[in-house]
């Protein structure tokens, strides 16, 4: 049954775009020329790029709103860092440090000599390091506790056992009696059934600095000096040196913001090749080589206008930025070819203007529905809870727009200077007149070169390329026959269960070193970290969030049952745990204090806090109210960013389920594991939206409501594919690949929504004519456009960045995916479930009546 045509919007707007056709037609040289005077005033608002640049880490890449935020906001507030008793798991931000990972390269045991000779050795350079003409060091920037300098307590212990380096037991060790958490700083430990340590295979050591104003300067240069000592630290043969400082990561993506654009440079003279190839004729006269070239530069110049156009603004510049140029590259290589063909279609001998005006009513609408689709989304996504989203989704909109804007005016001006061209039968390389029939007096080379000008006489329009006839004759036949469409549609179904069964393992979380490049120190400490020192993670914060009363024996054990919860979480090891409660209990129980009774709870405080002075951090007292107080556990087997995405949900989980107290946990890490929480939610609402707008824009501008609703099915569909096969191909969800996912599907619409506009539009009077005519007309300029952009950006793949790794992996899954259902599943689809339209069914009666 033929489903009623919607075409009260098409239609109208079809006639524009004719009337623009023939208007760009008849005046080329304006159209073509001021987008270029445009560019060229926009393209200098790059000198504000510097300016602009803005990859502060927690600002663009974790969620605005993060709960984790919050939770620290609370901390500063009611536990304020004590400069002279610092303390490293009492901390709320990254601080000031510099800290190195000694590992051993033969295998042995680390914390013997001679390994543990060059340790001791490289330890003195960097306390000997100096600033400021040797007026400033080490000893003068650390920070301090109890008025000394916060060292590492392993290099202690070893300097305090002498030349007798046993007995170190693991991970807890009994040094001046006192307890020292040894978890974070030895790795690759082996022990004996009394935890006392037997071989190490690496060291961690920190080197904590004051965070003042007064030495914020110095304090940069002594991190300066001491990355430029431990990088040349490279002639030790029994250790394997990598660093790390608390400046690092942010210094390393600040230095790659503009790495992208080289490999961008790379890929339009890939595309601009491939492009000329695909493009190419052997007919003097009808070679496009200067179309293809002409019609890369058009997506060379959207991105050079829109960029210009926002760092004029003062639009921050974020890193992911630079994929946004890629995918531009595609839409308008996919503009390009689709124009050409509906080009091609026009009768050669009538005007230029008529020409571009048949061209502009059958190619723009398709183009006009992907970028009003497209152009929607991203601005849909600037209210993504990710500022480097709302960036990467302004910046990519706006290139939208002028790659759209560019795509009818500039090189629709240039086409149809190049029709001029071809009525004149101009030669495409000379522009001298060339005669359109072979001399049989002239020599081959003669005729192959320097003539040209053959059309098909019987259409009236350019001869069909070989790959076009393919479509026609061979491919399109074939794929709408019952048997065929029947395979097709099994096909399709084990594609789909094989797609949803893969999203269900897909892994989620990003690792630190992703956001630098391979061959970075950074990326060398982390994956040391990981590595040797997995088995214990960071110190975690579990917070009162309210007033408490700790005197009251009743509420107190229900408080500490809760403790207790925590401790026997997966994630968390029962024996290491820090409660200033505890330890106040304890002290009470030897002063035989009656600590039930809220007067000697209260007044005792002080004498405590005096014998434990770290203590008094945990506690916030406010007149004889215990307004907020806090503990630690801490958190083990965390090996990647699945299993810390696993803690956090668990602790979360198990703090909200205390009905003791309001609970709350944190460390200064949980601001980036906030983003676990929102990438899988903000992944699923991109695609509702993408498909929501396009189904809109589809039913407004597609006369077909059914093709709409399967134009939109098909990003659901391409969303499960590319999920599925992303957790085979090792590329994780996350903040980055959410970004490169999110633009990628989108552009899935294309391929889809050009099939199923063709397939509509199509005046063959049954569904299998009309796909075959759909795929005559777009198969070829889907297949260049797909395979143009994908071998374009087949650069990426050698990239040192992850961020462009994961955009080629995804891209390309995307694009391949895309190009199936657009040149397969829709066509099948369509003919499958979609009947003859209203419209036509008088060509169909007329054409029974003839036959007979």
Same mark, same amino acid.
């Given at each position: 049954m033929g489903c009623r045509r919607t075409d009260c919007i098409a239609k109208p707007l079809s006639g524009l775009f004719k009337k623009l056709g023939s208007a760009v037609g008849s005046w080329p040289l304006y159209f073509f020329i001021i987008p270029l005077f445009l560019s060229a005033a926009l393209g200098g608002g790059f000198v504000f790029l510097k300016d602009s640049e803005d990859n502060d880490l927690?600002?663009?890449?974790?969620?605005?709103?993060?709960?984790?935020?919050?939770?620290?906001?609370?901390?500063?507030?009611?536990?304020?860092?004590?400069?002279?008793?610092?303390?490293?798991?009492?901390?709320?931000?990254?601080?000031?440090?510099?800290?190195?990972?000694?590992?051993?390269?033969?295998?042995?045991?680390?914390?013997?000599?001679?390994?543990?000779?060059?340790?001791?050795?490289?330890?003195?350079?960097?306390?000997?390091?100096?600033?400021?003409?040797?007026?400033?060091?080490?000893?003068?920037?650390?920070?301090?506790?109890?008025?000394?300098?916060?060292?590492n307590a392993i290099l202690e212990i070893m300097s305090s056992n002498g030349t007798d380096?046993?007995?170190?037991?693991?991970?807890?060790?009994?040094?001046?009696?006192?307890?020292?958490?040894?978890?974070?700083?030895?790795?690759?430990?082996?022990?004996?059934?009394?935890?006392?340590?037997?071989?190490?295979?690496?060291?961690?050591?920190?080197?904590?600095?004051?965070?003042?104003?007064?030495?914020?300067?110095?304090?940069?240069?002594?991190?300066?000096?001491?990355?430029?000592?431990?990088?040349?630290?490279?002639?030790?043969?029994?250790?394997?040196?990598?660093?790390?400082?608390?400046?690092?990561?942010?210094?390393?993506?600040?230095?790659?913001?503009?790495?992208?654009?080289?490999?961008?440079?790379?890929?339009?003279?890939?595309?601009?090749?491939?492009?000329?190839?695909?493009?190419?004729?052997?007919?003097? !006269?009808?070679?496009?080589?200067?179309? /293809?070239?002409?019609? $890369? +530069?058009?997506?060379? *110049?959207? %991105?050079? &206008?829109? @960029?210009?156009?926002?760092?004029?603004?003062g639009v921050p510049f974020v890193i992911t930025v630079a994929n946004s140029p890629f995918l531009i590259l595609g839409i308008g290589l996919n503009n390009m070819f689709v124009m050409v063909s509906d080009w091609q279609h026009t009768h050669v001998k009538d005007p230029v203007p008529?020409?571009?005006?048949?061209?502009?009513?059958?190619? !723009?609408?398709?183009?006009?529905?992907? /970028?009003?689709?497209? $152009? +929607?989304?991203?601005? *849909?996504? %600037?209210? &993504?809870? @990710?500022?480097?989203?709302?960036?990467?989704?302004?910046?990519?909109?706006?290139?939208?727009?002028?790659?759209?804007?560019?795509?009818?005016?500039?090189?629709?001006g240039f086409l149809a200077l190049n029709g001029r061209r071809e009525a004149a039968n101009r030669h495409w390389l000379t522009c001298v007149k060339v005669p359109s029939d072979k001399a049989d007096r002239r020599l081959d080379v003669y005729n192959i070169c320097c003539v040209g000008g053959d059309y098909d006489?019987?259409?009236?329009?350019?001869?069909?390329?070989?790959?076009?006839?393919?479509?026609?004759?061979?491919?399109?036949?074939f794929l709408i026959k019952p048997w065929v469409k029947g395979v097709v549609i099994f096909l399709y179904v084990a594609y789909l269960a094989a797609s949803i069964y893969g999203c269900f393992h897909i892994q989620q979380g990003i690792e630190l070193h992703d956001l630098a490049a391979d061959n970075s120190h950074v990326t060398r400490f982390n994956r040391k970290e990981?590595?040797?020192?997995?088995?214990?993670?960071?110190?975690?914060?579990?917070?009162?969030?309210?007033?408490?009363?700790?005197?009251?024996?009743?509420?107190?054990?229900?408080?500490?049952?809760?403790?207790?919860?925590?401790?026997?979480?997966?994630f968390v090891d029962e024996d290491i745990y820090t409660s200033w409660l505890d330890f106040y209990l304890s002290f009470g129980r030897e002063k035989r204090l009656n600590l039930d009774d809220k007067d000697v709870f209260l007044r005792n405080l002080p004498e405590f806090f005096h014998l434990f002075p770290f203590f008094r951090q945990d506690v916030n007292l406010t007149g004889d109210v215990i307004s907020a107080s806090r503990f630690f556990v801490q958190t083990v087997d965390l090996a990647n960013a699945s299993t810390e995405i696993l803690m956090l949900n668990g602790l979360t989980s198990t703090a909200g389920g205390c009905r003791a107290a309001s609970l709350s946990v944190y460390n200064r890490a949980f601001i980036f594991y906030d983003q676990y929480g929102v990438v899988v939610s903000s992944t699923i609402k991109n695609v509702g939206v993408i498909t929501g707008v396009m189904l809109l824009v589809s039913l407004l501008l597609i006369p077909n409501p059914l093709c709409s609703l399967w134009v939109a099915c098909s990003i659901g569909s391409v969303t499960a594919g590319v999920n599925g096969l992303m957790a085979l191909w090792d590329v994780s969800l996350d903040s980055i690949s959410m970004i490169i996912?999110?633009?990628?599907?989108?552009?899935?619409?294309?391929?889809?929504?050009?099939?199923?506009?063709?397939?509509?539009?199509?005046?063959?009077?049954?569904?299998?004519?009309?796909?075959?005519?759909?795929?005559?007309?777009?198969?070829?300029?889907?297949?260049?456009?797909?395979?143009?952009?994908?071998?374009?950006?087949?650069?990426?793949?050698?990239?040192?960045?992850?961020?462009?790794?994961?955009?080629?992996?995804?891209?390309?899954?995307?694009?391949?995916?895309?190009?199936?259902?657009?040149?397969?599943?829709?066509?099948?689809?369509?003919?499958?479930?979609?009947?003859?339209?209203?419209?036509?069914?008088?060509?169909?009666e007329s054409l029974k009546v003839s036959k007979l």
């Open positions: 927690e600002r663009q890449f974790t969620p605005r709103k993060g709960p984790s935020k919050v939770t620290r906001a609370f901390v500063t507030d009611n536990f304020p860092n004590n400069d002279s008793m610092f303390s490293e798991e009492r901390m709320y931000d990254n601080g000031n440090f510099a800290s190195l990972i000694a590992a051993s390269t033969n295998n042995y045991n680390v914390l013997e000599d001679p390994a543990f000779e060059d340790i001791m050795r490289l330890n003195n350079k960097i306390l000997n390091i100096t600033v400021d003409n040797g007026r400033l060091g080490f000893s003068d920037l650390c920070a301090k506790a109890n008025g000394e300098c916060v060292s380096r046993t007995g170190i037991t693991y991970p807890e060790h009994l040094h001046r009696s006192s307890s020292v958490f040894l978890g974070s700083v030895l790795g690759g430990v082996v022990t004996d059934a009394n935890s006392t340590v037997k071989s190490v295979r690496a060291v961690k050591l920190f080197y904590y600095l004051e965070k003042q104003e007064r030495t914020a300067e110095a304090s940069k240069l002594w991190l300066r000096r001491f990355k430029a000592l431990v990088s040349e630290e490279t002639d030790s043969k029994h250790i394997d040196v990598s660093y790390y400082t608390s400046k690092s990561k942010q210094e390393e993506i600040n230095s790659h913001t503009t790495d992208g654009f080289p490999l961008f440079l790379i890929t339009y003279t890939c595309a601009i090749t491939l492009s000329v190839i695909s493009c190419l004729r052997w007919d003097n !006269v009808r070679n496009k080589v200067w179309v /293809a070239v002409f019609g $890369v +530069l058009s997506s060379g *110049l959207a %991105v050079l &206008s829109s @960029f210009g156009l926002l760092l004029y603004i008529k020409r571009l005006a048949h061209c502009y009513e059958e190619a !723009v609408m398709p183009i006009t529905i992907t /970028a009003l689709t497209d $152009v +929607l989304k991203f601005f *849909l996504g %600037v209210t &993504s809870d @990710f500022p480097s989203v709302q960036s990467f989704c302004l910046y990519t909109a706006t290139s939208v727009i002028f790659c759209y804007v560019y795509t009818v005016t500039f090189f629709g006489e019987s259409t009236g329009a350019e001869k069909k390329q070989p790959a076009s006839n393919f479509f026609k004759d061979y491919y399109g036949p990981r590595q040797y020192f997995s088995d214990y993670g960071p110190s975690v914060m579990v917070i009162v969030n309210e007033a408490f009363p700790f005197w009251d024996k009743a509420e107190r054990t229900q408080l500490q049952a809760c403790m207790d919860d925590f401790k026997r979480s997966p996912f999110t633009v990628c599907i989108g552009f899935t619409v294309d391929f889809s929504a050009h099939v199923a506009y063709a397939f509509v539009s199509s005046e063959e009077p049954r569904a299998g004519d009309k796909a075959v005519d759909a795929l005559t007309r777009l198969g070829y300029p889907i297949l260049q456009g797909a395979l143009s952009t994908i071998l374009g950006v087949t650069v990426l793949a050698t990239s040192e960045f992850h961020t462009f790794r994961t955009f080629f992996k995804i891209f390309f899954l995307v694009m391949i995916i895309g190009m199936l259902h657009g040149l397969v599943f829709i066509p099948v689809m369509l003919t499958t479930f979609t009947g003859s339209s209203e419209k036509d069914k008088p060509k169909e």
